[in-house]
T-cell receptor, first 109, second 115 residues
Framework: LAKTTQPISMDSYEGQEVNITCSHNNIATNDYITWYQQFPSQGPRFIIQGYKTKVTNEVASLFIPADRKSSTLSLPRVSLSDTAVYYCHNLSGNTPLVFGKGTRLSVIA | EPEVTQTPSHQVTQMGQEVILRCVPISNHLYFYWYRQILGQKVEFLVSFYNNEISEKSEIFDDQFSVERPDGSNFTLKIRSTKLEDSAMYFC?????????????FGPGTRLTVL
């Protein structure tokens, strides 16, 4: 199963841009990189996915370098409601998600 | 927006009792999953289900667990004889197709408390 590495926690002030980087050391050719968000006592929620270069949606941007060994989730102008745990994954098809401890983002007013 | 639903939201049971957790996946989805999260710990995969059979299962998913899709809409997880360590949030998820990658949509979870 794919294993990723990401920081345990991060703090940010409201209105700042937050970048969370993940290492995908054993990513396979067919794998996509995905990020999920989880609020306390709720199920994980899909944020964004990409294969390479840059992807942007209404919530975040995802930067993936050419070697695909890492990815960076960028949250523009975070608010208190962005306080959550963020998980990165790399997988293909419908393989199960393997959750690590994620990155606990705390947004401070 | 379509969503995965789960019932009940909270289940309290005595050790040794059977429980059935219910999920209604998004209607056109073909893959179904159960995950669990013990309080304060990471989300763990239990089982995936496709075409009316188990696709993959983890070491956690032992003989005490079973899954079923009894009709065209429900997807259930049964724990035959609950143990204290089964206390956790149980999340159901579904995804659309087999192509490349498809995001998994998670339900709100069922909090299982075993006394």
């Amino acid at each position: 199963l794919a294993k990723t590495t990401q920081p345990i926690s991060m703090d940010s002030y409201e209105g700042q841009e937050v970048n969370i980087t993940c290492s995908h050391n054993n990513i396979a050719t067919n794998d996509y990189i995905t990020w999920y968000q989880q609020f306390p006592s709720q199920g994980p929620r899909f944020i964004i996915q990409g294969y390479k270069t840059k992807v942007t949606n209404e919530v975040a941007s995802l930067f993936i370098p050419a070697d695909r060994k890492s990815s960076t989730l960028s949250l523009p102008r975070v608010s208190l409601s962005d306080t959550a745990v963020y998980y990165c994954h790399n997988l293909s098809g419908n393989t199960p998600l393997v959750f690590g401890k994620g990155t606990r983002l705390s947004v401070i007013a | 927006e379509p969503e995965v639903t789960q019932t009940p939201s909270h289940q309290v049971t005595q050790m040794g009792q059977e429980v059935i957790l219910r999920c209604v996946p998004i209607s056109n989805h073909l893959y179904f999953y159960w995950y669990r999260q013990i309080l304060g710990q990471k989300v763990e995969f239990l089982v995936s289900f496709y075409n009316n059979e188990i696709s993959e299962k983890s070491e956690i998913f032992d003989d005490q667990f079973s899954v079923e899709r009894p009709d065209g809409s429900n997807f259930t997880l049964k724990i035959r004889s609950t143990k204290l360590e089964d206390s956790a949030m149980y999340f159901c998820a579904s995804s659309e197709t087999r192509d490349s990658y498809n995001e998994q949509f998670f339900g709100p979870g069922t909090r299982l408390t075993v006394l």
